[in-house]
């Protein structure tokens, strides 16, 4: 059974930096796209960044580029989310999330509700 477990959340001051962990069980993360999601109070979940595993390619959406990078470490069946510069409109609720697809990253990431497997989520909060 596929899970995905987020760890590394917490609270961060305006301009520092997190690095949020997805460690993946129950499956082999090849042919899998594996997605950062985020969603504040009030707002709709938002893809934030995205690696389809079988040739890394990646998509960040704009409100992160240059600021966030997702990256692996297929020794430990994890991806990981590295947050710089972070700003308080950042502050969300981080979701991992996982789905076998042969689509490109840029096609999927954008719609959470084409992801099918969800971990529990990790809360991020960036304040002074």
């Known amino acids: 059974q596929l899970q995905l477990v987020e760890s590394g959340g917490g609270l961060v001051q305006p301009g520092g930096s997190l690095r949020l962990s997805c460690a993946a069980s129950?499956?082999?993360?090849?042919?899998?796209?594996i997605g950062w999601f985020r969603q504040a109070p009030g707002k709709e979940r938002e893809g934030v960044s995205c690696?389809?595993?079988?040739?890394?390619?990646?998509y960040d959406a704009d409100s992160v580029k240059g600021r966030f990078s997702i990256s692996r470490d297929n020794t430990k069946n994890t991806v990981y989310l590295q947050m710089n510069s972070l700003k308080p409109e950042d502050t969300a609720v981080y979701y991992c999330?996982?789905?076998?697809?042969?689509?490109?990253?840029?096609?999927?990431?954008?719609?959470?509700?084409?992801?099918?497997?969800w971990g529990q989520g990790t809360q991020v909060t960036v304040s002074s």
């Open positions: 129950g499956f082999t993360l090849d042919y899998y796209i």
């Open positions: 690696m389809r595993l079988s040739d890394n390619s990646t």
């Open positions: 999330a996982a789905q076998w697809s042969i689509t490109t990253v840029q096609a999927l990431c954008p719609y959470s509700n084409t992801f099918g497997s």
